[in-house]
């Protein structure tokens, strides 16, 4: 079974701070998706990254995923009350060339304060 | 399209009735997921259809869980015999596969409380 760790599991910043948020796994993933939650909503899409060592932006994110295709981080710069949301990694596996069955971690819970 | 809409967005019910769920995806997509999430965790897969065709099945979907997706279109999640332990979020997802990585679309989810 491939599990993922995300840390910090809470996280609550002052508006205009940085952070950084963490997902790591002892297994190798195919791609590796960010996505963010609130409450009483689906996960919505931020990002998937396919490549060792790849980095990617979206505005004030940005996403990095692990040479070694174990880990990935997220980092957000000057973080404003809307980036307030739970931050879910989730993993694909490479299975007969299909991707499919995400497997998810717990998840960052992020409270920015205004 | 205005994405994946799941009804009802809340069900309350008694232990031992059964219950289902409905989830229209977006239209193109021939993936349709179903997950479960419960208070502070991430979504756990149940199960996944492409087309009409249901491909995998977790272990945590007991014989008391059925899905279907008719036609390829909408799906529906039955619970029978509901129990306490069975609430939590149920959310579906879709997506359009491509060999590298799959976007998934989730929907709000139907939030199942079993008293």
């Known amino acids: 079974t491939q599990l993922l760790e995300q840390s910090p599991q809470f996280l609550s910043i002052q508006e205009g701070e940085n952070l950084t948020v963490y997902c790591n796994s002892s297994?190798?993933?195919?791609?590796l998706q960010w996505y963010r939650q609130e409450p009483g909503e689906g996960p919505v899409l931020l990002v998937t990254?396919?490549?060792?060592?790849e980095v990617k932006k979206l505005k004030r994110l940005t996403f990095q995923f692990g040479d070694a295709r174990k880990d990935s981080s997220l980092h957000i710069t000057a973080a404003q009350p809307g980036d307030t949301g739970l931050y879910l990694c989730?993993?694909?596996?490479?299975?007969?060339?299909?991707?499919?069955?995400?497997?998810f971690g717990k998840g960052t819970l992020l409270t920015v304060n205004p | 399209d205005t994405g994946v809409s799941q009804n009802p967005r809340h069900k309350i019910t008694k232990r031992g009735q059964n219950v289902t769920f409905r989830c229209d995806p977006i239209s193109e997509h021939n993936r349709l997921y179903w997950y479960r999430q419960t208070l502070g965790q991430g979504p756990e897969f149940l199960t996944y259809?492409?087309?009409?065709?249901?491909?995998?099945k977790s272990r945590l979907l007991s014989d008391r869980f059925s899905a279907e997706r008719p036609k390829g279109s909408f799906s529906t999640l039955e619970i029978q015999r509901t129990e306490q332990g069975d609430s939590a979020m149920y959310l579906c997802?879709?997506?359009?596969?491509?060999?590298?990585?799959?976007?998934?679309?989730f929907g709000s989810g139907t939030q199942l409380s079993v008293l």
């Open positions: 990254v396919v490549t060792g060592g």
């Open positions: 297994s190798v993933f195919s791609s």
């Open positions: 989730a993993g694909a596996f490479n299975s007969g060339g299909s991707n499919y069955k995400l497997t």
């Open positions: 997802a879709s997506s359009s596969w491509s060999p590298w990585s799959e976007k998934l679309f």
């Open positions: 259809f492409q087309n009409e065709a249901q491909l995998e």
